[in-house]
Structures are given as structure tokens and as C-alpha cells.
């Protein structure tokens, strides 16, 4: 790949005009229509604007040839945004048969310098779907290369996520998602993909099969780090639709009180609280004396109606969202108060 790479920059050095090229002397090129008066002309480089000239001349004609395949290539390294001219490519491709390794090839060198490429991504995935299941660990060891280089890539998550449903790859999934965040664990996108292996991969039984090791393994993570607020909104996640179950399981209330006790970084402990007594968990003592160890001289007096202490709270340690939180506090229910 790396030489092919270096021939596409010596043939870019050395490139000559299509005007001057034989193979081109029998097509007249369309020019851009601006129409007559155009308001704010775009002062496009000579070479972009011959290389698209040829390119409407033959996209026009349709002609799916060798040289049309080769110009498209010149005109997506010009501009590898135009969807026209990727949507000509595969066409072409599919005319003439062309390799398919090939031209993951070419995608993966113009990914390099355009790895937010909407056209790109798309037009990698028609090409892995033609090659099927034997595209899998070419196209997960792609994406990965593309999330080294920018652990939060939407594109590359969201194309590594249809490989692994539509050509297969589960097995070291989630390793690779442990992988990142033993390097990163705030790394948001990999607790997002951590949660899309457990829920969606057909090798581990779904979330409720999955979710007391994954509980006690995002409790170590919140335990480390509790001002993360990922592990909390995946601890949260792995009750979806068991509300009941996310109430009654004691290492929820536990690991809130773990963090509470500490009085360092214990707003999302707060928060995740007062969600929970929100459905109804019924706090015991010691939570009414966590939190009122919080109190600061602004918070005012110890409030026994625990949301509505808990809200008091937050008010003071977590100012951007001062407003929300006396929300939250008009919307609670009856009065709890610690047993």
C-alpha cells in the first residue's frame, strides 16, 4: 500500500494536463455552468477545473471505461467529497470488473487525509459488501487503524458496527473494547461500543446474561474514577426496561455511597441517587448522613426530605446546571426521608 501511495504522489508531481494526453484528444470537455451572471464565482484552480470538464464529458456520455475509472480517481483527490463522481466509480467498478482489494486500497490511502468523509465511508462499505465475510478482519483491522488515529471518529465506529453486523467478527470484540478503555477510560465511544457488544453480539447471550459481570466491572470502573460520568449512564444502561431490578440491586445504592463518603467528585453519585429514589428506592439512614455531610454554608439548613436535599446540593456544586436541578427538585415526588 505504501508504494502505491508514493506512485500516487510522483504521478500528482508529475501530472499532466488532460488537454495534453492522447488517450483524451477525442473528447470535447463540458465546462462548468455558472450561467451568465454569476453572483459569486468560485475561483476554482485550473487543474480541478479542467480534471471536472473531462469528468462531466465522459459522467454525461456514461462512459464506463479504463480511462473514466482512472479519472475519477484523479477527481476524487481533488475533491474527495463529490458524491457524483464516487457514485460514477462504482459504477465503472461494477462494469468493468475492476479489483475490489484495489480499491479498498485507494479508499484506505484517501482515508488518511479524509477520515470524516461521508462519500468515503460509503462507498468502502458498498465495496466490503461486495466481497462479503471474507472483507471482515480487513475492514475491523481498517477501522481500527482510523480510531488510533482518532479514538472518537463517528464514521469509523459507525462503519465498524455494520461490519460486525452484516459480515460477522464478534469474537474479539469485546477484548478490543477492553483494550480501550484500559488505555482511556474515559474514552466515551468505547463504553458505547462495550454496550452495543453486550446487547447485540449473538455470542454472549444478550444483557441480562451479560449484566452482573458487567455491573461489577463499571462499579470498578466508578470506584477509580467517579467523576467519569460514563461508567454511570452504562451502569444505568445495563437496567434498561428492569427499572424494578435497578432499584433492588444493592450494589447500585452501594457503590452511591461509596462515592458519597469519600465528599470528593460525587455529583453523578448525587444525580444517579436521586434518579433512584426518584423510582422509588427507599434510603437508609446512613444516605440522609452522606448527604448531609455535603452541605456547604450556601446549601442552608439540612433538609430531611432527601430529593429535595440531594437537589440542594447539586444546586451548589454543579452551577452550569443550577437550573435544572431546581427542575428536577419542583418535580419530586412525595416527601422520602432516610429509614
Request: aromatic share 12%; with cysteine; charged share 25%.
Amino acid at each position: 500500500m505504501e508504494s502505491d501511495e508514493g506512485d500516487d504522489q510522483q504521478q500528482e508531481a508529475e501530472r499532466l494536463p488532460l488537454s495534453q494526453r492522447p488517450e483524451w484528444s477525442d473528447v470535447t470537455p463540458i465546462p462548468q455552468d455558472d450561467g451568465p451572471n454569476p453572483v459569486v464565482p468560485i475561483a476554482y484552480k485550473p487543474e480541478f477545473s479542467e480534471t471536472m470538464s473531462y469528468f462531466r464529458a465522459v459522467y454525461y456520455s456514461d462512459e464506463r471505461s479504463s480511462r473514466s475509472f482512472q479519472l475519477t480517481k484523479e477527481a476524487i483527490c481533488l475533491n474527495p467529497g463529490n458524491y457524483t463522481v464516487w457514485h460514477f466509480r462504482r459504477q465503472i467498478i461494477e462494469t468493468l470488473h475492476t479489483d475490489l482489494q484495489d480499491e479498498l486500497a485507494f479508499v484506505g490511502r484517501i482515508a488518511k487525509s479524509n477520515s470524516k468523509n461521508y462519500q468515503l465511508w460509503h462507498h468502502r462499505r458498498w465495496v466490503a459488501e461486495k466481497l462479503g465475510t471474507g472483507a471482515v478482519n480487513k475492514e475491523l483491522q481498517f477501522t481500527k487503524k482510523m480510531l488510533s488515529l482518532d479514538a472518537k471518529n463517528y464514521h469509523a465506529w459507525s462503519y465498524r458496527q455494520w461490519v460486525l453486523q452484516a459480515l460477522g467478527g464478534w469474537e474479539d470484540e469485546l477484548d478490543y473494547c477492553q483494550m480501550l478503555l484500559g488505555e482511556d477510560i474515559f474514552n466515551n465511544s468505547a463504553w458505547n461500543q462495550r454496550y452495543f457488544v453486550v446487547t447485540r453480539s449473538p455470542l454472549f447471550g444478550g444483557l441480562i446474561a451479560m449484566r452482573d459481570s458487567e455491573v461489577n466491572f463499571t462499579i470498578e470502573a466508578i470506584l477509580g474514577n467517579p467523576e467519569n460520568e460514563s461508567p454511570w449512564r452504562y451502569l444505568r444502561g445495563l437496567y434498561k426496561d428492569d427499572t424494578e431490578s435497578w432499584i433492588n440491586d444493592p450494589r447500585i445504592s452501594s457503590v452511591c455511597l461509596k462515592v458519597l463518603s469519600t465528599k470528593s467528585n460525587y455529583v453523578f453519585a448525587l444525580s444517579t441517587l436521586l434518579d433512584l429514589i426518584c423510582h422509588g428506592f427507599r434510603p437508609s439512614e446512613e444516605f440522609g448522613e452522606a448527604i448531609n455531610a455535603l452541605n456547604t454554608p450556601d446549601s442552608g439548613p439540612p433538609d430531611s426530605d432527601l430529593g429535595r436535599a440531594i437537589c440542594r446540593v447539586l444546586e451548589c456544586v454543579d452551577p452550569l446546571r443550577c437550573n435544572y436541578w431546581l427542575w428536577r427538585k419542583s418535580k419530586l415526588p412525595l416527601t422520602v426521608s432516610s429509614q
